[in-house]
Nanobody, 130 residues
Framework: QVQLVESGGGLVQAGGSLRLSCAAS????????IGWFRQAPGKEREFVAA????????FYADSVKGRFTISRDNAKNTVYLQMNSLKPEDTARYFC???????????????????????WGQGTQVTVSS
């Protein structure tokens, strides 16, 4: 199993920045992908970004390209999501997830499916005020 703990959320004004962290523990050696998703009240869970654990190849949703950056520190078993130029529509609970199986394909379409992931964290709230 893999345990995931998110941190770094909070309240920020539009245009501001936050850095989220996803600390992984357990069988991280079998992790292929770490993804970030978000869910606002009354909405479906939405893909934000993902990164391959070994090579660090990033994938992004169109809505965050150019504003968010995903990175990982393998030594710390931690994945980061740097969020800049935040907008009120970025307000949501952010979750990280781990995929322990080899993906069918290394494409954004595959990475963006919640069904690709095996373990999920509890999430951290991000609120962007206008």
């Amino acid at each position: 199993q893999v345990q995931l703990v998110e941190s770094g959320g909070g309240l920020v004004q539009a245009g501001g920045s936050l850095r989220l962290s996803c600390a992984a523990s357990g069988r991280t050696g079998r992790t292929y992908i770490i993804g970030w998703f978000r869910q606002a009240p009354g909405k479906e869970r939405e893909f934000v970004a993902a990164i391959t654990w070994s090579a660090g190849r990033p994938f992004y949703a169109d809505s965050v390209k150019g504003r968010f950056t995903i990175s990982r520190d393998n030594a710390k078993n931690t994945v980061y999501l740097q969020m800049n130029s935040l907008k009120p529509e970025d307000t949501a609970r952010y979750f990280c997830a781990a995929d322990l199986g080899l993906p069918e394909s290394f494409t954004t379409a595959t990475m963006s499916s919640p069904y690709e992931y095996d373990y999920w964290g509890q999430g951290t709230q991000v609120t962007v005020s206008s």
